[in-house]
C-alpha cells in the first residue's frame, strides 16, 4: 500500500461474476482494465482505488476500497563551491539539499564514498582534465534518485622566489614564473611602508630593486599578483620576498 512514483501494484478482486474499477484521481495507467478481476497500475500520486463486484444478474456489492499511498522519487539538490577542482586549495565542500530524504551517499570518483549529508573532501589527481561526483539520495521509504556532477580540474601555478640579489650576477632580478596560459597580470611590490615601488601587467618582466631609478634598502617586500587564466579562474596571490644587497656565498 505503499510505493514509489510509478512503482507497479496489483489489485486482486474475487468471488464476483463481473467488476468494475474506478479511481480517485483518475489513474491513466487503469485505462482498458476496469471490468478486470486484477489490475497492474503504476500511480503518480496517491490514489484511491474503488472496486464493485457484480453477481450474474447484475447485483452490486457494497464497494470496496483500498488507497495505495505514493512517494515521489527525491529530486536532488547539491551545492558546492568553487565549481573546479583548484590544485592549489583541492578542498571542496558538498552538501546534500534535497528536502525530504533520510540517507545521502557520496561517491567519488577514485571510489572513496561518504554518507553524511556534508563532505569535505581532498581532490588529489591533477593529471585529469575533469573529475566526477555522484549524489545518490532515497526517502523514507527506499526511493532512491541520483545525479552526477563533473567539476572541471584547474591546475595553475605562479611560483615567485623567496629571495634575490640586486647586485650579483645571478638571481639579480625578481620576477614570477607560470607555464599557464595567463590572460590577464599584474604585480604590484610594496615597500613595509606600504609604498608601492613597482608595477607591471607584463608577466615576463622583472623588477631589478630599484624605485625611481634609485636602489631601495635591503630587507623584506611585500608581493601581490593578482591573475586570471585562460579558463576564467580568478587567482590573487600574496608572497613576501627579501631583496638582499652585498650578499657573500660562504666558502667551503
Known sequence: TKVCSRDTVVLIAKN???????S?????SLEGQESNDTIKVAPTQTT???M??????????TPLTKEITVYQYPVPELEYSPRFVDSEDPFITFTNLTPGITETEW??????IFTTPSVTYEFK??????????LTTSNELGCTSDTTVKLPVSVFAVWVPNAFTPDKPENNVFRSYTGNNIRDYSLYIYDREGRQVFYTDDKDAAWDGTFKGNPVKDGVYFVVIKAKGADGVE???KRDVNLLRGYTESVK
Open 52 to 61: 464493485v463486484g457484480l453477481g450474474s444478474d447484475s447485483c452490486r456489492a
Open 48 to 50: 484511491i482505488y474503488e
Open 16 to 22: 464476483a461474476v463481473y467488476y468494475e474499477w474506478t
Open 107 to 112: 561517491n567519488f570518483f577514485d571510489g572513496e
Open 235 to 237: 587567482y590573487d596571490i
Open 24 to 28: 480517485t484521481p483518475p489513474d491513466p
Open 125 to 134: 589527481d591533477f593529471t585529469i582534465d575533469s573529475v566526477s561526483v555522484k
